[in-house]
């Protein structure tokens, strides 16, 4: 499976998302520059965490205008899985990929530590390989991860069981205590806590390499005869 | 030539963790009157006319890009101008 790894100017977790995939996973990795025109060579597009164009005006705001958003907006409705960590998350609400917008955290301050999440749904590409309502402990480094949707959105993510992640002790403010979600397909998710972060024993944390292995595993499923 | 001034603000269902801690750190300087702050974001574009209504381009701006319409509202001034 090849995945991209999209660079806007200000990304800062990209060597870590293009670690965990490339060898933590030892799947096929390449690092794609916001401009790019073409994303169909890859089979899974990441949007990682950073402070793309600064954060000015909104988180994601001008990302989400890029050359390459086109492209990712392409592989979603084809069914690709596209996942946003952080900054990337920001990027999917902004380009209207999943529903919802961030809000300055409840505290204001910048939030850097690990949490506890729980899995509120396995049936997804994005967590198979976990137990439906496991506890994971993955890094959150955010400003700006306090989730907000209107009471329609949000019964539609509770009727379609789009809320994947949740947080057993918010620290932002986030409605509902969300952490993550994907859209009504099923194939983009966004998220606030860092999984690229939590992929080795060795940095606190392995809990994250199953929502890694999850994807490849599903795709090999769909794609790969006798996988 | 006009002079739009912007103006955003998160709306008024969005709670408003910034003007919150201010409006408490006025109240902590004993100005007990002020009872709510909502910080938001001011902005100046300079537009040249063209064929399109100048409205129409400002609410098309504000709502592609200078304001999200999940958690803000936005309100704007044009002002008519020569430069010389």
New interface residues.
């Given amino acids: 499976m090849k995945f991209a790894v999209i660079v806007f100017p200000g990304s800062n977790c990209d060597v870590d998302m293009f670690h965990a995939i490339g060898d933590e996973l030892g799947e096929e990795v390449e690092y794609v520059w916001h401009d790019t025109e073409s994303l169909a060579e890859y089979d899974g597009i990441l949007l990682p965490g950073g402070f793309s164009y600064g954060d000015y005006l909104r988180t994601g705001a001008i990302a989400r205008f890029s050359k390459v958003m086109k492209e990712v907006v392409k592989a979603a409705e084809a069914g690709k899985p596209v996942l946003g960590v952080c900054n990337g998350f920001q990027i999917l609400l902004e380009a209207g990929l999943l529903p919802g917008a961030m809000r300055r955290n409840e505290s204001l301050s910048f939030i850097c530590k690990p949490v506890q999440l729980k899995i509120e749904t396995n049936r997804t590409m994005f967590t198979a390989d976990y137990e439906q309502g496991q506890s994971i402990s993955i890094p959150v480094a955010h400003g700006e991860g306090n989730y907000y949707c209107d009471e329609e959105t949000l019964a539609e993510l509770k009727a379609n069981n789009q809320i994947v992640f949740t947080y057993q002790q918010n620290p932002n403010g986030s409605l509902e205590d969300i952490a993550g979600i994907v859209n009504e397909k099923g194939n983009v998710l966004g998220m606030m806590p860092h999984p690229e972060r939590a992929v080795d024993e060795l940095l606190g944390s392995a809990d994250g390499l199953k929502l890694f292995q999850s994807i490849v595993k599903t795709w090999r499923e769909a794609h790969v005869v006798n996988a | 030539m006009y002079k739009v001034k912007v103006f955003v603000t ?1 709306r008024e ?3 408003d ?2 003007g919150k ?1 201010v409006t408490q750190s006025l109240h902590a300087l004993n100005y007990k009157e002020v009872t709510d702050v909502r910080i938001g ?1 001011y902005m100046e574009l300079t537009v040249e006319k063209s064929e399109r209504n100048i409205d129409e381009v400002i609410n098309e701006i504000c709502t592609r ?2 304001a ?1 319409p ?2 803000e509202d936005y309100r704007y001034e044009v002002e008519e101008c020569v430069f010389l």
Avoid: E
């Fill in positions: 998160l269902s969005v709670l963790p910034q801690a974001k890009l200078l999200n999940v958690i």
